[in-house]
């Protein structure tokens, strides 16, 4: 079983960055694939980013490419996302999610979830 835990969120003005991370407990974080999902107020849970156990390979949501980097630190068994260029859009809660069979950008693919942090992205 895995236990994940996000921070980094918060508030930040459009064209901002934010970096958030995942804390994943156990000895197995290097195993899953990760991914990333945010959900924003009357919306459903949408891809952002997703990344295979080894770091090797990388997926994006169209909506995000070219402005987020996920990226993952097995040794550390923590999980990254680097926002920069944010818009207001962004807005959203935000969660890590793991997989425990092979990557994919459907919610319902993965085991395990965090919480949540939030994102406000002002204009």
């Known amino acids: 079983q895995v236990q994940l835990v996000e921070s980094g969120g918060g508030l930040v003005q459009a064209g901002g960055s934010l970096r958030l991370s995942c804390a994943a407990s156990?000895?197995?974080?290097?195993?899953?694939?990760m991914g990333w999902f945010r959900q924003a107020p009357g919306k459903e849970r949408e891809f952002v980013a997703a990344i295979r156990s080894s770091g090797g390979s990388r997926l994006y949501a169209d909506s995000v490419k070219g402005r987020f980097t996920i990226s993952r630190d097995n040794a550390k068994n923590t999980l990254y996302l680097q926002m920069n260029s944010l818009k207001p859009e962004d807005t959203a809660v935000y969660y890590c999610a793991a997989a425990s069979l092979k990557w994919t950008m459907l919610p319902g693919g993965y085991d395990y979830w965090g919480k949540g942090t939030q994102v406000t992205v002002s204009s």
């Open positions: 156990g000895r197995t974080f290097s195993r899953y694939a």
